[in-house]
Antibody, heavy 118, light 107 residues
Framework: EVQLVQSGAEVKKPGESLRISCKGS????????ISWVRQMPGKGLEWMGR????????NYSPSFQGHVTMSADMSISTAFLQWSSLKASDTAMYYC???????????WGQGTLVTVSS | DIQMTQSPSSLSASAGDRVTITCRAS??????LAWYQQKPGKVPHLLIY???TLQSGVPSRFSGSGSGTDFTLTISSLQPEDVATYYC?????????FGQGTKVEIK
């Protein structure tokens, strides 16, 4: 069974760093890109970027370039999304999803809720 | 970047009604268009990919059509369990932009 399991909810203060994870199982992790999607409270879905775990080639949305960093570790079938200095406006649910080549994402993680508050 | 515009932003229909949601791309995207359903508090769920291909396990009352810049998602007979927000997403080239969503409610 294909699964993307994300790390648990986080509560952080502004200025703190954070890394959340997305672990794939039930499929060949290296064969699928991982995308990240943000959903702010009560708002729509925003595509942040994607990473190819085979070589860590990445594409970022211009809206998120420079604000977050994606990475992946094939040895543990896990992709990461990290912030070096969180802002209150980073409060959101973050989803990972997988896709194969030119195909649309088919499986999604359960989401990680990030709350940034002083 | 290509923009995706959905309409309407919300709709209310009776059970059994035919419902149509449109998604327009600011430039042509061939058929690289997916539709997702997101029920309140839940993870988005893929309904349709390649503009018109039904994802395995999705009820046949859902259908998609279109190519180029104009796309539609149709629910042939709205059911109470279809209450959700529906999003289109382009995936022809990065960035993979979503539409702003259409909230579907039952009258």
């Amino acid at each position: 069974e294909v699964q993307l399991v994300q790390s648990g909810a986080e509560v952080k203060k502004p200025g703190e760093s954070l890394r959340i994870s997305c672990k794939g199982s039930g499929y060949s992790f290296s064969r699928y890109w991982i995308s990240w999607v943000r959903q702010m409270p009560g708002k729509g879905l925003e595509w942040m970027g994607r990473i190819d775990p085979r070589d860590s080639y990445m594409n970022y949305s211009p809206s998120f370039q420079g604000h977050v960093t994606m990475s992946a570790d094939m040895s543990i079938s896990t992709a990461f999304l990290q912030w070096s200095s969180l802002k209150a406006s980073d409060t959101a649910m973050y989803y990972c999803s997988r896709h194969d080549g030119d195909n649309s994402p088919d499986y999604w993680g359960q989401g990680t809720l990030v709350t940034v508050s002083s | 970047d290509i923009q995706m515009t959905q309409s309407p932003s919300s709709l209310s229909a009776s059970a059994g009604d035919r419902v149509t949601i449109t998604c327009r791309a600011s430039q042509g995207i061939s058929n690289y268009l997916a539709w997702y359903q997101q029920k309140p508090g839940k993870v988005p769920h893929l309904l349709i990919y390649a503009a018109s291909t039904l994802q395995s396990g999705v009820p046949s009352r859902f259908s998609g059509s279109g190519s180029g810049t104009d796309f539609t998602l149709t629910i042939s007979s709205l059911q109470p369990e279809d209450v959700a927000t529906y999003y289109c997403q382009k995936y022809d080239s990065v960035p993979w932009t979503f539409g702003q969503g259409t909230k579907v409610e039952i009258k």
